[in-house]
């Protein structure tokens, strides 16, 4: 049974890097066939893809148009895990950001979310 | 990025009715095309994915269709279990997009 589970602060100054992690239990983040990504939700933005890191003989990383001069996904195989880091944070990134698995075939697993508040 | 959207926005039903929620795409997606439930303070749970492929454990009264830029989840019959928020996600283009939900409440 695949379960991620996520951890990070749920306060962030404005300018600041927003960062999150994930752990991965039941599969590997360097899986030949899974991908890890970040999604996150809000009442003004809905459910809004963000990235993903996968290894397919080598790393790789996809980000959305809309937040790829800001974003980072890096995974840790050390610790099975990965990471989500946003920089320069403003309001609007205020959301409850999810992880999750998955794909061309659906996100299959998820996260339990974490509401991340952009404030000073 | 391929635009999704959903309609209705909402709809009141009982249960024991058939629903039917349609999403269209912004250009053709193939059948590259994922239903989600999304129950408040919950994350989304995948339904459907490739338009029409159950997800395992998920009850057979869930059924998608489509093809193209045009898409259906139909439930066959609404349990009380269901009255929840559906989206729908084009994985055709890598920059994934979700459509805007539908809400499913009591008449």
């Known amino acids: 049974q695949v379960q991620l589970q996520q951890s990070g602060p749920g306060l962030v100054k404005p300018s600041q890097t927003l960062s999150l992690t994930c752990v991965i239990s039941?599969?590997?983040?360097?899986?030949?066939?899974?991908?890890w990504n970040w999604i996150r939700q809000s009442p003004s933005r809905g459910l809004e893809w963000l990235g993903r890191?996968?290894?397919?003989?080598?790393?790789?990383?996809d980000y959305a148009v809309s937040v790829q001069s800001r974003v980072t996904i890096n995974p840790d195989t050390s610790k099975n895990q990965f990471s989500l880091q946003l920089s320069s944070v403003t309001l609007e990134d205020t959301a409850v950001y999810y992880c999750?698995?998955?794909?061309?075939?659906?996100?299959?697993?998820w996260g339990q979310g974490t509401l991340v508040t952009v404030s000073s | 990025d391929i635009q999704m959207t959903q309609s209705p926005s909402s709809l009141s039903a009982s249960v024991g009715d058939r629903v039917t929620i349609t999403c269209r795409a912004s250009?053709?997606?193939?059948?590259?095309l994922s239903w989600y439930q999304q129950k408040p303070g919950k994350a989304p749970k995948l339904l459907i994915f490739?338009?029409?492929s159950l997800q395992r454990g998920v009850p057979s009264r869930f059924s998608g269709s489509g093809s193209g830029t045009d898409f259906a989840l139909t439930i066959s019959s609404l349990q009380p279990e269901d009255f929840a928020t559906y989206y729908c996600?084009?994985?055709?283009?890598?920059?994934?997009?979700f459509g805007p939900g539908t809400k499913v409440d009591f008449k």
């Open positions: 999750a698995r998955g794909g061309n075939e659906g996100f299959d697993y």
């Open positions: 039941g599969d590997s983040v360097s899986s030949n066939s899974a991908a």
């Open positions: 890191t996968y290894y397919r003989s080598k790393w790789y990383n």
């Open positions: 250009q053709r997606i193939s059948s590259y």
């Open positions: 490739a338009t029409s």
């Open positions: 996600q084009q994985s055709f283009s890598t920059s994934f997009t």
